[in-house]
Protein backbone atom coordinates (compact mmCIF):
# COMPACT_ATOMS: atom_id res chain seq x y z
CA UNK A 1 0.00 0.00 0.00
CA UNK A 2 1.33 3.32 -0.74
CA UNK A 3 0.03 5.18 1.84
CA UNK A 4 -2.15 3.53 5.09
CA UNK A 5 -3.58 5.15 8.28
CA UNK A 6 -4.27 3.51 11.27
CA UNK A 7 -6.89 3.92 13.85
CA UNK A 8 -6.20 7.81 12.92
CA UNK A 9 -8.25 10.31 15.87
CA UNK A 10 -8.37 13.99 16.03
CA UNK A 11 -9.96 16.18 18.25
CA UNK A 12 -11.09 19.60 18.54
CA UNK A 13 -11.56 20.28 22.01
CA UNK A 14 -14.79 18.16 22.87
CA UNK A 15 -15.42 17.26 19.16
CA UNK A 16 -14.39 14.67 17.76
CA UNK A 17 -14.03 15.43 14.19
CA UNK A 18 -12.10 12.34 12.88
CA UNK A 19 -12.79 9.21 14.69
CA UNK A 20 -10.44 5.94 14.87
CA UNK A 21 -10.35 5.70 11.26
CA UNK A 22 -7.92 3.22 9.05
CA UNK A 23 -7.63 3.21 5.50
CA UNK A 24 -5.23 2.04 2.86
CA UNK A 25 -4.67 3.98 -0.08
CA UNK A 26 -4.16 1.72 -3.37
CA UNK A 27 -1.53 2.99 -5.53
CA UNK A 28 -2.31 4.43 -8.79
CA UNK A 29 -5.96 4.43 -8.50
CA UNK A 30 -8.80 6.36 -7.51
CA UNK A 31 -9.53 6.86 -3.72
CA UNK A 32 -13.09 8.52 -2.89
CA UNK A 33 -13.69 9.80 0.56
CA UNK A 34 -17.57 10.86 0.50
CA UNK A 35 -20.30 11.41 3.67
CA UNK A 36 -22.29 14.42 5.08
CA UNK A 37 -20.77 17.90 5.39
CA UNK A 38 -19.18 18.06 8.61
CA UNK A 39 -18.10 14.46 8.78
CA UNK A 40 -14.73 14.80 8.83
CA UNK A 41 -13.58 14.37 4.90
CA UNK A 42 -10.65 17.76 4.73
CA UNK A 43 -9.77 17.20 8.53
CA UNK A 44 -8.46 13.62 7.12
CA UNK A 45 -6.68 15.18 4.37
CA UNK A 46 -5.28 17.99 6.64
CA UNK A 47 -4.33 14.94 8.96
CA UNK A 48 -2.71 13.45 6.02
CA UNK A 49 -0.86 16.55 4.25
CA UNK A 50 0.31 17.01 8.11
CA UNK A 51 -1.60 20.44 8.06
CA UNK A 52 -3.37 19.25 11.45
CA UNK A 53 -1.60 16.86 13.87
CA UNK A 54 -3.37 14.13 14.83
CA UNK A 55 -4.40 13.39 18.40
CA UNK A 56 -3.55 9.67 17.81
CA UNK A 57 -3.04 7.30 15.36
CA UNK A 58 -0.38 6.64 12.72
CA UNK A 59 0.10 7.43 9.23
CA UNK A 60 2.59 5.68 6.96
CA UNK A 61 3.45 6.64 3.66
CA UNK A 62 5.63 4.06 1.29
CA UNK A 63 6.76 2.36 4.69
CA UNK A 64 7.87 5.34 6.72
CA UNK A 65 6.13 6.74 9.03
CA UNK A 66 4.74 10.54 8.58
CA UNK A 67 2.43 11.47 11.26
CA UNK A 68 5.38 13.87 13.29
CA UNK A 69 6.76 15.18 10.06
CA UNK A 70 5.69 19.00 8.97
CA UNK A 71 3.79 19.46 5.99
CA UNK A 72 6.49 20.94 3.98
CA UNK A 73 8.52 17.60 4.12
CA UNK A 74 5.19 15.19 3.37
CA UNK A 75 5.26 17.47 0.05
CA UNK A 76 8.81 16.94 -0.38
CA UNK A 77 8.10 12.81 0.27
CA UNK A 78 5.06 12.60 -2.93
CA UNK A 79 2.34 14.05 -0.94
CA UNK A 80 0.18 17.05 -2.45
CA UNK A 81 -3.32 18.16 -2.06
CA UNK A 82 -5.38 20.88 -3.34
CA UNK A 83 -8.24 22.46 -1.31
CA UNK A 84 -12.09 23.10 -1.15
CA UNK A 85 -11.80 26.39 -1.17
CA UNK A 86 -8.95 27.43 -3.73
CA UNK A 87 -5.88 29.10 -2.58
CA UNK A 88 -4.64 31.01 -5.46
CA UNK A 89 -3.15 34.82 -5.68
CA UNK A 90 -6.43 36.45 -7.73
CA UNK A 91 -3.72 39.20 -8.77
CA UNK A 92 -1.36 36.89 -10.01
CA UNK A 93 -0.77 35.04 -13.34
CA UNK A 94 -1.53 31.55 -13.71
CA UNK A 95 1.93 30.78 -14.27
CA UNK A 96 3.07 33.01 -10.90
CA UNK A 97 1.30 30.75 -8.71
CA UNK A 98 2.33 27.69 -10.12
CA UNK A 99 6.05 28.64 -9.47
CA UNK A 100 4.60 30.46 -6.00
CA UNK A 101 3.23 27.98 -4.60
CA UNK A 102 5.65 25.53 -5.22
CA UNK A 103 8.02 27.10 -3.52
CA UNK A 104 5.98 27.72 -0.94
CA UNK A 105 4.63 24.21 -0.19
CA UNK A 106 8.63 23.23 -0.33
CA UNK A 107 10.36 25.78 1.24
CA UNK A 108 10.90 25.18 5.18
CA UNK A 109 10.72 28.98 5.70
CA UNK A 110 8.71 32.20 4.05
CA UNK A 111 12.25 33.73 3.10
CA UNK A 112 13.20 31.16 1.46
CA UNK A 113 10.21 30.77 -0.44
CA UNK A 114 9.81 34.69 -1.01
CA UNK A 115 13.48 35.94 -1.46
CA UNK A 116 15.80 34.69 -4.21
CA UNK A 117 18.57 32.81 -2.17
CA UNK A 118 21.35 31.08 -4.09
CA UNK A 119 19.88 28.11 -3.80
CA UNK A 120 16.80 29.04 -5.24
CA UNK A 121 18.47 30.93 -8.07
CA UNK A 122 19.35 27.44 -9.24
CA UNK A 123 16.29 25.74 -8.72
CA UNK A 124 13.89 28.88 -10.37
CA UNK A 125 14.80 27.59 -13.96
CA UNK A 126 14.09 24.41 -13.13
CA UNK A 127 10.72 25.48 -11.50
CA UNK A 128 9.51 27.62 -14.20
CA UNK A 129 9.91 24.80 -16.40
CA UNK A 130 8.26 22.53 -14.75
CA UNK A 131 5.64 25.02 -14.27
CA UNK A 132 4.82 25.31 -18.19
CA UNK A 133 4.91 21.28 -18.39
CA UNK A 134 2.07 21.06 -15.64
CA UNK A 135 0.07 24.00 -17.08
CA UNK A 136 0.06 21.75 -20.32
CA UNK A 137 -1.03 18.63 -18.51
CA UNK A 138 -4.21 20.14 -16.80
CA UNK A 139 -4.78 22.96 -20.27
CA UNK A 140 -4.40 26.11 -19.35
CA UNK A 141 -1.17 26.82 -21.89
CA UNK A 142 -3.37 29.53 -23.23
CA UNK A 143 -4.38 31.16 -19.94
CA UNK A 144 -0.87 30.85 -18.59
CA UNK A 145 -0.40 34.91 -18.95
CA UNK A 146 -3.56 35.59 -17.36
CA UNK A 147 -4.02 37.01 -14.00
CA UNK A 148 -6.43 34.12 -12.04
CA UNK A 149 -9.10 36.90 -11.37
CA UNK A 150 -9.85 36.90 -15.16
CA UNK A 151 -9.97 32.52 -15.70
CA UNK A 152 -13.12 30.41 -15.11
CA UNK A 153 -13.93 29.02 -11.79
CA UNK A 154 -13.22 25.73 -13.70
CA UNK A 155 -10.45 27.12 -14.44
CA UNK A 156 -9.28 27.74 -11.49
CA UNK A 157 -10.11 24.21 -9.91
CA UNK A 158 -6.95 23.30 -12.94
CA UNK A 159 -4.91 25.68 -11.68
CA UNK A 160 -5.00 24.40 -8.07
CA UNK A 161 -4.05 21.09 -9.89
CA UNK A 162 -1.39 22.21 -11.72
CA UNK A 163 -0.07 23.19 -8.63
CA UNK A 164 -0.23 20.05 -6.62
CA UNK A 165 1.30 18.32 -9.62
CA UNK A 166 4.25 20.98 -9.59
CA UNK A 167 5.48 19.17 -6.26
CA UNK A 168 5.98 16.05 -8.78
CA UNK A 169 3.67 14.06 -6.15
CA UNK A 170 3.00 10.42 -6.13
CA UNK A 171 -0.26 10.91 -4.29
CA UNK A 172 -2.72 14.23 -5.35
CA UNK A 173 -5.41 14.69 -2.03
CA UNK A 174 -8.40 16.70 -4.06
CA UNK A 175 -10.93 18.10 -1.38
CA UNK A 176 -13.65 18.60 -3.54
CA UNK A 177 -12.81 19.64 -7.11
CA UNK A 178 -16.13 19.44 -8.66
CA UNK A 179 -17.34 22.10 -6.31
CA UNK A 180 -19.11 25.18 -8.08
CA UNK A 181 -18.69 24.41 -11.14
CA UNK A 182 -21.62 23.27 -14.10
CA UNK A 183 -21.89 19.42 -15.54
CA UNK A 184 -19.97 20.07 -18.34
CA UNK A 185 -17.08 21.41 -16.78
CA UNK A 186 -17.07 18.73 -14.26
CA UNK A 187 -17.12 15.69 -17.04
CA UNK A 188 -13.45 17.48 -18.38
CA UNK A 189 -11.87 17.69 -14.31
CA UNK A 190 -13.45 14.26 -14.03
CA UNK A 191 -11.28 13.57 -17.65
CA UNK A 192 -8.40 15.21 -15.90
CA UNK A 193 -8.41 13.11 -12.60
CA UNK A 194 -8.17 9.64 -15.03
CA UNK A 195 -5.52 11.61 -16.52
CA UNK A 196 -3.70 11.58 -13.56
CA UNK A 197 -4.12 8.09 -12.49
CA UNK A 198 -3.35 6.92 -16.01
CA UNK A 199 0.14 8.64 -15.56
CA UNK A 200 1.14 6.70 -12.65
CA UNK A 201 -0.19 9.30 -9.58
CA UNK A 202 -2.49 7.89 -7.13
CA UNK A 203 -5.59 9.89 -6.35
CA UNK A 204 -7.73 10.38 -2.70
CA UNK A 205 -10.75 12.47 -3.95
CA UNK A 206 -13.15 14.12 -1.63
CA UNK A 207 -16.38 15.11 -3.75
CA UNK A 208 -20.10 15.15 -3.29
CA UNK A 209 -20.82 14.61 -6.93
CA UNK A 210 -22.08 11.34 -6.60
CA UNK A 211 -21.73 10.66 -10.46
CA UNK A 212 -18.00 11.41 -10.84
CA UNK A 213 -17.49 9.26 -7.68
CA UNK A 214 -19.45 6.14 -8.86
CA UNK A 215 -17.57 6.63 -12.65
CA UNK A 216 -14.20 7.16 -11.77
CA UNK A 217 -13.49 5.85 -8.02
CA UNK A 218 -11.93 2.02 -7.47
CA UNK A 219 -12.97 2.36 -3.96
CA UNK A 220 -14.83 4.25 -1.87
CA UNK A 221 -14.71 4.90 2.09
CA UNK A 222 -18.07 6.72 3.49
CA UNK A 223 -17.23 8.91 6.49
CA UNK A 224 -20.27 9.68 8.97
CA UNK A 225 -19.87 12.26 12.47
CA UNK A 226 -16.01 11.26 11.95
CA UNK A 227 -16.27 7.47 11.65
CA UNK A 228 -15.86 5.23 8.87
CA UNK A 229 -19.52 3.80 8.61
CA UNK A 230 -18.35 1.82 4.94
CA UNK A 231 -15.85 0.69 2.42
CA UNK A 232 -16.03 -0.86 -0.96
CA UNK A 233 -16.55 -0.94 -4.23
CA UNK A 234 -18.71 1.68 -5.90
CA UNK A 235 -21.37 -0.95 -6.39
CA UNK A 236 -21.26 -2.10 -2.78
CA UNK A 237 -21.81 1.67 -1.24
CA UNK A 238 -24.27 2.49 -4.03
CA UNK A 239 -26.10 -0.49 -2.49
CA UNK A 240 -25.12 -0.17 1.50
CA UNK A 241 -28.32 0.04 3.79
CA UNK A 242 -26.39 2.36 6.21
CA UNK A 243 -24.66 4.27 3.73
CA UNK A 244 -28.30 5.18 1.94
CA UNK A 245 -29.28 6.45 5.36
CA UNK A 246 -26.63 8.21 6.48
CA UNK A 247 -25.83 9.95 3.22
CA UNK A 248 -27.31 8.93 -0.17
CA UNK A 249 -30.70 8.45 1.06
CA UNK A 250 -32.00 12.03 0.28
P1 LIG B 1 -16.17 17.78 6.00
O1 LIG B 1 -14.98 18.13 5.18
O2 LIG B 1 -16.51 16.33 5.94
O3 LIG B 1 -17.36 18.62 5.66
P2 LIG B 1 -14.59 18.81 8.19
O4 LIG B 1 -13.44 17.90 8.27
O5 LIG B 1 -14.38 20.13 7.55
O6 LIG B 1 -15.83 18.06 7.53
O7 LIG B 1 -15.12 19.09 9.66
C1 LIG B 1 -15.42 18.03 10.56
C2 LIG B 1 -15.78 18.64 11.88
O8 LIG B 1 -14.62 19.19 12.50
C3 LIG B 1 -16.80 19.76 11.79
O9 LIG B 1 -17.68 19.67 12.89
C4 LIG B 1 -15.95 21.00 11.85
O10 LIG B 1 -16.66 22.08 12.37
C5 LIG B 1 -14.82 20.57 12.77
N1 LIG B 1 -13.56 21.26 12.51
C6 LIG B 1 -12.82 21.18 11.37
N2 LIG B 1 -11.70 21.91 11.46
C7 LIG B 1 -11.72 22.47 12.71
C8 LIG B 1 -10.83 23.33 13.42
N3 LIG B 1 -9.69 23.75 12.88
N4 LIG B 1 -11.19 23.68 14.67
C9 LIG B 1 -12.33 23.25 15.22
N5 LIG B 1 -13.21 22.42 14.62
C10 LIG B 1 -12.91 22.04 13.38
MG1 LIG C 1 -14.75 19.44 3.64
Redesign the pocket.
Known amino acids: MLLEVHQLTKR?GG?V?VNDVSFSVEEGKVNAII??????????FNLISGF?KPTSGQIIFKGQDITRLPANQRAKLGIARTF?TTHLFEQSTVFDNVVIGHRLRTSSNLFDAVFRTKRLKREEAECKEKAMEVLEFVGLTDVADKMVANISQEQKKRAAFALALATEPEIVLLDEPAAGVNPDETEGLEQLIVKMVDHGITVCL?EHKMSMIMKIAHKIMV?NY?EKIAEGTPEEIQNNETVIKAYLGG
Do not use: D, E, M, V
Open positions: FLAGPNGAGKSTFYQILG
